[in-house]
């Protein structure tokens, strides 16, 4: 049984804290001879793993278009609201479709719930981390700047497939 030392069962130098600041010391001069890991940011982007969540984005197939159809379960599902979805008929193959499709990216916590509960893998995260909006109305993405091919979210597909 581990016994608590109390402040009176401390040497001079525990109480001078001197064993912690040369433990301290030490982190801090192994550091400083590490590599350095900084990115020069305009000039070398990061390129994130298949792993990263960065924007979410609507798939769209090159025959079929979007893969959406409008169950609402990622709207229904997120936490800050950030999902509009309504759904329109269609005489198609597949019964529905979002007619409007938008998320708000102010509110939007990147945190992948849509992604999971998704079940056509229609809404993915991609690998976009450069977000700017000079007003609140760009910061609302339609359909228009949501659908993205499926052959630039392959690599995140793949890892969705092999991870749930």
Request: with cysteine.
């Amino acid at each position: 049984m581990a016994v608590k030392r109390r402040k009176n069962d401390l040497n001079i130098l525990e109480k001078l804290y001197i064993p912690e600041i040369a433990k301290g010391m030490a982190l801090t001069l192994k550091n400083m001879f590490r590599p350095r890991v900084t990115m020069q940011y305009p000039e070398v982007k990061f390129d994130p793993p298949a792993s990263y969540r960065g924007r979410p984005v609507l798939v769209e197939e090159p025959e079929t278009g979007e893969r959406c159809v409008a169950c609402g379960l990622c709207s229904r599902v997120c936490p800050a609201l950030a999902i509009e979805v309504q759904a329109a008929e269609t005489d198609r193959e597949k019964e529905r479709y979002p007619e409007k499709f938008e998320i708000n990216m102010i509110r939007c916590i990147f945190c992948g719930f849509c992604e999971e509960v998704c079940p056509e893998e229609a809404i993915v995260m991609s690998k976009d981390y450069e977000l700017v909006y000079t007003n609140r109305q760009d910061a609302i993405y339609g359909k228009d700047k949501l659908l993205v091919p499926v052959e630039e979210l392959q690599d995140r597909l793949d890892y969705l497939r092999n991870f749930k």
